[in-house]
């Protein structure tokens, strides 16, 4: 950020006062721009005993594979956030029993919070998705999946399903965990 939003004016980046970490302050004006974490909302649709993933059609991880989700939009919850994404992406309609997995990303600054769902009619590609399938336990493509927060999602669900409970699991990605995730490229 370089420009006051509000003003118009330049910004510098240091600790207000009263604060204990770095923030952009406008001198001309006297504002504060807070940035916080970008929510991640979206869907783990069942089907039976089938996973409906997503092939990726944009950037980042184009061609690969991933759960329904995107970022939280102003003025709405985080369920209808991740029923509009799973619509957005699969043009599948859900119905959403709870929120499953929480994971924080302190490195990008964002949480996902994933929803466990039954798959309630048809699905088909939406303009973010090249293509999208429904995958039993030992189809996934494992080696095709777009995030580490998807795999981790789907390594809980099929663990809790074995076991026939699905609690809440609250975890985080560490730059370290993403950079094994990707190797160094």
Not at 43 to 59: D, H, Q
Not at 94 to 117: E, W
Not at 160 to 177: G, K, N, Y
Request: charged share 25%; hydrophobic share 40%; glycine share 6%.
């Amino acid at each position: 950020m370089n420009f006051c939003s509000h003003c118009g004016q330049p910004v510098r980046f240091a600790i207000p006062a009263g604060d204990d970490r770095p923030r952009y302050l406008c001198d001309a004006c006297g504002s504060v721009h807070y940035q916080n974490p970008r929510i991640v909302a979206g869907t783990l649709p069942v089907s039976g005993s089938r996973v409906l993933l997503c092939r990726r059609a944009i950037a980042p991880r184009k061609g690969y594979w991933t759960l329904p989700a995107g970022f939280m939009e102003n003025a709405e919850t985080t369920v209808e956030a991740a029923a509009r994404e799973t619509r957005e992406e699969a043009c599948a309609e859900v119905s959403i029993h709870g929120l499953y997995t929480l994971i924080n990303l302190p490195h990008i600054n964002q949480v996902y919070m994933i929803f466990r769902a039954d798959l309630t009619g048809s699905f088909s590609a939406g303009p973010e998705s090249l293509e999208v399938a429904l995958f039993e336990e030992h189809e996934i493509p494992w080696d095709e999946l777009a995030f580490p927060t998807i795999e981790r999602t789907l390594r809980h669900f099929y663990a809790d399903r074995d076991a026939a409970a699905f609690p809440l699991h609250i975890s985080d990605i560490t730059a370290e965990d993403r950079e094994r995730y990707f190797g160094s490229a």
